[in-house]
T-cell receptor, first 116, second 113 residues
Framework: GAVVSQHPSWVICKSGTSVKIECRSLDFQATTMFWYRQFPKQSLMLMATSNEGSKATYEQGVEKDKFLINHASLTLSTLTVTSAHPEDSSFYIC????????????FGPGTRLLVL | DQQVKQNSPSLSVQEGRISILNCDYTNSMFDYFLWYKKYPAEGPTFLISISSIKDKNEDGRFTVFLNKSAKHLSLHIVPSQPGDSAVYFCAASNFAGNTPLVFGKGTRLSVIA
């Protein structure tokens, strides 16, 4: 299947700092990527849809000024958690659809964020 | 309101036996369904999918069955292996463009040797 990478795989930061997470499609171009968040023992929660060259579409309840998304190219989307607080600690996962794969999304390995 | 439901949070099966994971959905607009497998601290891995024009899709040890009238799908794994132990997520979508997947809460499968 198609390969999606994320960087970093985990990060620990102090409260109040900003953290950037990168999502890359390695062997295909993705006009749309999705950002999910997973709390322990819970399902994946869609945060936003990242569209190349345009603004991201955020789900209800997700603060767009808190979680900045930039889809600068067809292979890269970034999620920046601004002024992170301990409650932002979570597992963040991105996904993308590869051309000719229908509705199948391929997921990155995830980024674990711990805010102290 | 949860559109995709996995009512069994966990399932234990003996090695070699069949594992059956169930999923129900409420949105009749869904026409494409997927199963993902997820290990802790990793991203989900795509397993198998089925479109609404089919009622069965098979790939090796994995078979997905779709009952549109009941809005129900299931994933069968046979024979189950210890390496199958993971959380399995059911997801649904429709072909209306770049729409995100809607996930169930997952079922934790434990295959006991």
């Amino acid at each position: 299947g198609a390969v999606v990478s994320q960087h970093p795989s985990w990060v620990i930061c102090k409260s109040g700092t900003s953290v950037k997470i990168e999502c890359r499609s390695l062997d295909f171009q993705a006009t749309t990527m999705f950002w999910y968040r997973q709390f322990p023992k819970q399902s994946l929660m869609l945060m936003a849809t990242s569209n190349e060259g345009s603004k991201a579409t955020y789900e209800q309840g997700v603060e767009k000024d808190k979680f900045l998304i930039n889809h600068a190219s067809l292979t890269l989307s970034t999620l920046t958690v601004t002024s992170a607080h301990p409650e932002d600690s979570s597992f963040y996962i991105c996904s993308a659809r590869a051309p000719n794969s229908g509705e199948t999304q391929y997921f990155g390995p995830g980024t674990r964020l711990l805010v102290l | 309101d949860q559109q995709v439901k996995q009512n069994s949070p966990s399932l234990s099966v003996q090695e070699g036996r069949i594992s059956i994971l169930n999923c129900d959905y409420t949105n009749s607009m869904f026409d494409y369904f997927l199963w993902y497998k997820k290990y802790p601290a990793e991203g989900p891995t795509f397993l198998i999918s089925i479109s609404s024009i089919k009622d069965k899709n098979e790939d090796g040890r994995f078979t997905v069955f779709l009952n549109k009238s009941a809005k129900h799908l299931s994933l069968h794994i046979v024979p189950s292996q210890p390496g199958d132990s993971a959380v399995y997520f059911c997801a649904a979508s429709n072909f209306a463009g770049n729409t995100p997947l809607v996930f169930g809460k997952g079922t934790r499968l434990s295959v006991i040797a």
